[in-house]
Structure formats: structure tokens, C-alpha cells
């Protein structure tokens, strides 16, 4: 089974709002990644990008302020394999709304250089450099073992 999802990265001058998942969830507990989520049927990756910013950060952005800076695929995931797309999206910063709240975890305004001596996700270990480097497009290949440690690393870059 192959699913597909996004995670968008949400800049603000050399600052990135970052989701600290919650503890006690079944996808990356206690993890900090970008926000996203799933692809739903008869969605782009841009419009999911579009609807997962609002639905995790109380934030409305336009399609225009995304941008497309890598798609992996990562392999032997526990709940089968994944495509993700990343963008980047411009903000004026600030915290979400008032009243706004989400499910999955707590945003954090962290800096570029503070993101990766967080815990995150494994694979961001990897693309983040790539995510924050604007030289061009990454794609590539992440593979897990059976204890869903990576094992393979396969990243280029488009100019």
C-alpha cells in the first residue's frame, strides 16, 4: 500500500514553526516535524498543504506562498510505504489565532539552527538541510528496517 502525505515547513525570517507531536500517538510521539498530514481523494499535494496549515496552525494561506521543495519516498514504514511531498511557506510569523488549538501536538517557533538539536522525526535529520537550503528541488528514497530504524538514504537535488 502506498500513502501520501505533506509536511510543510512554515518560515518566518530564520525561524521555522515547528509541531512537537503528542506523547501518547501512534505516528512519531514526542516528535517535532513540520505540520501535515495525509492526501485525501481528490486532493493535490498543494491543496493538502493548503488545508493541513489551516487545520494545525489556525492559519489561511494562499496556494501562491507554497513552494515545492522536495518529494521522498520512504519504504517499509509500519503502515505501509509513504510519498511525501515538503513545501515552504512564507509567514508574517506570530502565534496562531486566538481560541485555535490543535489535537496532534504544540507549535514552536524555533530557529533554523536550533530545529535539527531537537528530537524529530528521523528522515528530517536528512532533508531539513535541504528544506531550509533553497538550492533547488530534493528528491529521493528513505528506507526503514523492520524496527522501523533507517537503514538507507538515497537524497539528490535538482538545480
Known amino acids: 500500500m502506498i500513502n501520501e502525505a505533506v509536511v510543510v515547513f512554515i518560515r518566518h525570517e530564520s525561524q521555522y514553526l515547528m509541531l512537537k507531536r503528542i506523547e501518547n500517538t501512534d505516528i ?3 516528535l517535532y516535524n513540520g505540520v501535515g ?5 481528490g486532493e ?3 491543496d493538502t498543504a493548503v488545508r493541513k496549515v489551516h487545520e494545525e496552525t489556525g ?15 520512504q519504504e ?3 503502515h505501509g510505504d509513504w510519498i511525501i511531498a515538503n513545501f515552504v511557506v512564507e509567514s508574517e510569523g506570530g502565534d ?8 496532534d501536538g504544540k507549535l514552536e517557533w ?8 531537537k528530537q524529530v ?8 538541510p535541504y528544506v531550509c537550503g533553497g538550492q533547488g528541488i530534493f528528491y529521493g528514497v528513505v528506507t526503514l528496517d523492520a524496527a522501523q530504524n533507517i537503514v538507507n538514504v538515497r537524497l539528490n537535488l535538482t538545480q
Open 110 to 117: 524555533i530557529p533554523e539552527s536550533e530545529v535539527l538539536k
Open 59 to 73: 492559519f489561511r494561506m494562499e496556494e501562491g506562498r507554497f513552494k515545492l521543495v522536495g518529494i521522498v519516498r
Open 76 to 78: 517499509g514504514c509500519k
Open 121 to 128: 522525526v528521523a528522515d528530517l535529520q536528512h532533508t531539513f
Open 37 to 41: 498530514g495525509r492526501v485525501a481523494l
Open 44 to 46: 493535490t499535494y498543494l
Open 28 to 30: 512519531d510521539p514526542g
Open 96 to 103: 496562531p489565532p486566538a481560541g485555535w488549538e490543535t489535537k
